[in-house]
């Protein structure tokens, strides 16, 4: 089994749906990261969490909110998908500061 | 905020050529580190470099964290074609105390296509 796992692996949804990708892990991480990927631009934080209690935005926050609900589960919501928000989107985990960081599969979301 | 440039955006080359890429910034970063994101996965760690003038390898793959702290260069000796992919530089830079956050900046990726 991957060490971070990213479900659904692929979703096709319409405008203005509410839509939750899951990421689960099992490296006993403390720190989980929301990542998006579009061509050209690389990756952009979303969303951080060093643990359970801990919530923070990233670069690109607006439109999407997150849920720590263990250590182990970070999930990514968008509340009212646009067609803006196509893209790969990455779950990543991290020990701690200083260390790199180890990514999911992605989930492949398209929003028409 | 910080930025990376990575370059070059695109490599086309032989089986068994050698490979360089680089990133440089106008900041300072604490650590670098190099990824290799396959298609259809996610980026894997291929190697990190903790301290400035720190040269390390992995396997064919040798980096290099630069002696200002602004810039890494990454190559590939002797490619396969196995090595296809993108390859992701980022910075990582320590915010506050010991144990506290960190802001991780990416590049924006180098494709490498080897021809056998």
């Known amino acids: 089994d991957a060490d971070v796992t990213q479900t659904p692996r692929n979703r096709i949804t319409k405008t203005g749906k509410r839509i939750m990708l899951e990421c689960s892990q099992t490296?006993?991480?403390?720190?989980m990261y929301w990542y998006r990927q579009d061509p050209g631009l690389g990756l952009r934080l979303i969303y951080y969490?060093?643990?359970?209690?801990?919530?923070n935005k990233g670069e690109i926050s607006d439109g999407y909110s997150v849920s720590r609900q263990a250590q182990a589960k970070f999930s990514l919501s968008l509340e009212s998908a646009i067609p803006n928000q196509t893209a790969l989107y990455f779950c990543?985990?991290?020990?701690?500061?200083?260390?790199?960081?180890?990514f999911g599969s992605g989930t492949r979301l398209t929003v028409v | 905020g910080q930025q990376l440039n990575q370059s070059p955006q695109s490599m086309f080359i032989q089986e068994g050529e050698d490979v360089s890429m680089n990133c440089t910034s106008s900041?300072?970063?604490?650590?670098w580190l190099w990824y290799k994101q396959d298609p259809g996965e996610g980026p894997v760690l291929l190697i990190a470099?903790?301290?400035?003038?720190e040269l390390t390898s992995n396997g064919r793959l040798t980096a290099q964290f630069g002696i200002t702290r602004k810039d890494s260069f990454l190559n590939i000796s002797a490619s396969i074609p196995s090595d296809v992919g993108i390859y992701f530089c980022?910075?990582?830079?320590?915010?506050?105390?010991?144990?506290?956050?960190?802001?991780?900046?990416f590049g924006k990726g180098t494709k490498l296509t080897v021809n056998p």
């Open positions: 980022a910075g990582q830079l320590f915010l506050g105390r010991m144990g506290g956050s960190e802001k991780l900046v």
């Open positions: 490296k006993g991480h403390d720190r």
């Open positions: 969490s060093f643990d359970v209690k801990d919530i």
């Open positions: 470099l903790y301290k400035a003038g």
């Open positions: 990543a985990t991290s020990p701690g500061r200083g260390n790199g960081y180890t």
């Open positions: 900041s300072i970063f604490n650590t």
